[in-house]
């Protein structure tokens, strides 16, 4: 019995006891305000993001024009491999190069599309951020003006 007294004695093991049970239930139900402090959060986490890596633009146009450049040479080869393999009809080595250059082709879509976001995006997100704070701003002016 002095075991459970001792545990239970204190007025900090109840404390503790009473704030755990409060946090659970606060950590259950996602309110209004915290959804729209997260966002907050999320818009200022990327003005700080867009501001650290504003050295990095240069290198981001080099890669995704360099890329885009291969995936739009690769999807010209393979268009002319495939005109080319029509007139050729008994020349099977041209069809056979045609479907294996536009399957390439084709499998760097993706990856092409998300590199030329990467490089996109960051600009325009700052844009809809701006646009954003000029909408919720009552005179619509910025916050800089």
């Known amino acids: 019995m002095s075991l459970w007294k001792r545990l239970w004695d204190t007025s900090d093991v109840i404390e503790q006891s009473v704030d755990a049970v409060i946090r659970t239930g606060d950590a259950l ?3 209004e305000e915290e959804k729209a402090d997260f966002k ?3 818009l200022d986490w990327m003005l700080k993001w867009q501001q650290v890596t504003a050295g990095q633009n240069l290198t981001r146009r080099l890669l995704a024009l360099s890329i ?4 739009l040479l690769e999807s010209l080869v393979a ?3 495939c ?3 029509a007139f050729e009809p008994y020349n099977q080595s041209f069809a056979n190069a045609a479907e294996i250059t536009f399957s390439a082709a084709s499998k760097m879509g993706l990856p092409v599309g998300v590199i030329l976001t990467f490089y996109f995006a960051p600009n325009k997100i700052s844009e809809a951020i701006a646009r954003y704070h ?7 002016l910025s916050k800089d003006s």
Do not use: D, E, K, Q
């Open 134 to 140: 000029m909408a919720r701003s009552p005179s619509g």
């Open 83 to 85: 005109v080319w393999s």
């Open 79 to 81: 268009l002319i491999l």
């Open 68 to 71: 885009t450049f291969i995936w």
């Open 29 to 31: 139900v996602y309110t």
């Open 40 to 42: 907050a959060r999320v």
